[in-house]
C-alpha cells in the first residue's frame, strides 16, 4: 500500500513537498517515484528514484525544480516542488515498482503499486 500525502493550494513561485510511504508487502526493495494526471489526459511520468543506488530520473518539464529523495529505513519517498507553475496543477500519484528497466523508467504500465493521488493546485 502507498499513502501520499502533502498537496495543497499555493501560489506560483512556492514549494511543496509531497510524501509517499510503502506499507505492508509493498516495502520491499522498490523503485518509487510520480506521476500526474489531469482529467482527460494521459498519466505522466514525473519523476523516479531507484532503490539501489539513490539514482534519480526526471520529466524535462520539472527538471531542475522538483528534486525526488527518499528515505529507506522509512520506506519513504519525498518530492520537493520548487517554483511552482500553475502548468504543475494536477492529481499526483506516487508509484513503486520492484527494479525498473531504464528503457520503461517513464511508463505508467512498469509500476505495480500506486498510492490514491493528492492534489496540488498553483494560483497564478
Known sequence: QLQASGGGLVPAGDSLTLSCAASGRTTSRLDMGWFRQSPGKEREFVAVMRWSGGHSYYADSVKGR???????????????????????????????????????????????????????????
Not at 103 to 112: K, T
Open 66 to 124: 522538483f528534486t525526488i529523495s527518499r528515505d529507506n529505513a522509512k520506506n519513504t519517498v519525498y518530492l520537493r516542488m520548487n517554483e511552482l507553475k500553475p502548468e504543475d496543477t494536477t492529481v499526483y500519484y506516487c508509484a513503486a515498482t520492484p527494479r525498473v528497466i531504464l528503457s520503461a523508467i517513464r511508463m505508467r504500465s512498469s509500476y505495480h503499486y500506486w498510492g490514491q493521488g493528492t492534489q496540488v493546485t498553483v494560483s497564478s
